[in-house]
């Protein structure tokens, strides 16, 4: 099993920054990916950014250029650092990591882009 811890939300400007981090219970040996997801009140839970163990990343093209995911191994953390913010990207961020037998998720942490 794997628990993930999320941070780093809270209430921005729109053209603000934020970064999110993601921490693990443990380490990476066995996750396959680990991911950001978010939900907006009504919308369905969308793909934001993912990071696969061999380095790949996918980005949704809502937020190519702005959004940078990365990690830090030793750490078994994971960030999403979140620039030039838009009210549409106002939603719940959730965490996810995919091993080869299930996924699991965090708890979520809000984002609110202010216009």
């Known amino acids: 099993q794997v628990q993930l811890v999320e941070s780093g939300g809270g209430l921005v400007q729109a053209g603000g920054s934020l970064r999110l981090s993601c921490a693990a219970s443990r380490s990476n040996v066995g996750i396959v990916a680990m991911g950001w997801y978010r939900q907006a009140p009504g919308k369905q839970r969308e793909l934001v950014a993912r990071i696969f163990s061999g380095g790949r990343i996918n980005y949704a093209d809502s937020v190519k250029d702005r959004f940078t995911i990365s990690r830090d191994n030793a750490k078994n953390t994971v960030y999403l650092q979140m620039n030039s913010l838009k009210p549409e990207d106002t939603a719940l961020y959730y965490c996810?990591?995919?091993?080869?037998?299930?996924?699991?998720w965090g708890q979520g942490t809000q984002v609110t882009v202010s216009s």
């Open positions: 996810n990591a995919l091993t080869i037998n299930s996924g699991y």
